[in-house]
């Protein structure tokens, strides 16, 4: 079963506006949120993350907005750029028995029109 | 500072044939980790390790062996290929502490027919 689920699968937005990809998670161990972001022929990167005591989270024109009680976080990309046309994967990290382990969404393709 | 480098770029596997996937880190991480990535299903953890001499199935080990003889490598073995196996894998450290993220390598696209 998905641990954690995103949506929307494909996202067509604008330049210039604001991109939002959700996500939610059933399991309460989870401690660490992080989102990468995957360009063709490339590996997942990370962009940002946010732990749950926290409720928002802005590094440039990246956000994540987190909801503990409802178990849901979103990323929110203002003023779009072609550049921001990736893939795009929330995640959630426990730690079990000493390793860290890293469960991903399923994804979301974003398209930036010029 | 190479990262986490994969080898090889592309491989096509006949049913039933057994390959390994190599990966290398240079940056002495702890926790290393493969993945699969197939359409719709995001990434999948097929085994991960702790440290040298210490690995563990994931969400979707059947069919994959891994070891860790070293703290720099971590193969992951395909003991009798199947189409099922038909994806792209990611190999994956990082240093312990969730705050350090992942460090991806740049995928190895495979092929089962």
């Known amino acids: 079963q998905q641990q954690v689920k995103q949506s929307p699968q494909s996202l067509i937005v604008q330049k210039g506006g604001i991109s939002i990809i959700n996500c939610a998670y059933e399991?309460?161990?989870?401690?660490?949120f992080p989102w990468y972001q995957q360009f063709p022929g490339k590996g997942p990167a990370l962009l940002i993350a946010?732990?749950?005591?926290?409720s928002e989270k802005k590094e440039g024109r990246f956000t994540i907005s987190f909801n503990k009680s409802a178990k849901q976080f979103s990323l929110h990309i203002m003023d779009s750029q072609p550049g921001d046309s990736a893939t795009y994967f929330c995640?959630?990290?426990?730690?079990?028995?000493?390793?860290?382990?890293?469960?991903f969404g399923q994804g979301t393709r974003l398209t930036i029109n010029p | 500072n190479a990262g986490v480098t994969q080898t090889p770029k592309f491989q096509v596997l006949k049913t039933g044939q057994s390959m390994t996937l190599q990966c290398a880190q240079d940056?002495?991480?702890?926790?290393m980790s493969w993945y699969r990535q197939d359409p719709g299903m995001g990434l999948r953890l097929i085994h991960y390790s702790v440290g040298a001499g210490i690995t563990d199935q994931g969400e979707v080990p059947n069919g994959y062996n891994v070891s860790r003889s070293t703290t720099e490598d971590f193969p992951l073995r395909l003991l009798s290929a199947a189409p099922s196996q038909t994806s792209v894998y990611f190999c994956a450290s990082t240093e312990a502490g969730a705050e350090y993220g992942y460090t991806f390598g740049s995928g190895t696209r495979l092929t089962v027919v």
């Open positions: 995640a959630a990290t426990s730690f079990i028995q000493g390793a860290q382990k890293l469960v």
């Open positions: 946010i732990r749950p005591d926290v």
């Open positions: 399991n309460t161990a989870f401690d660490y």
């Open positions: 940056m002495n991480h702890e926790y």
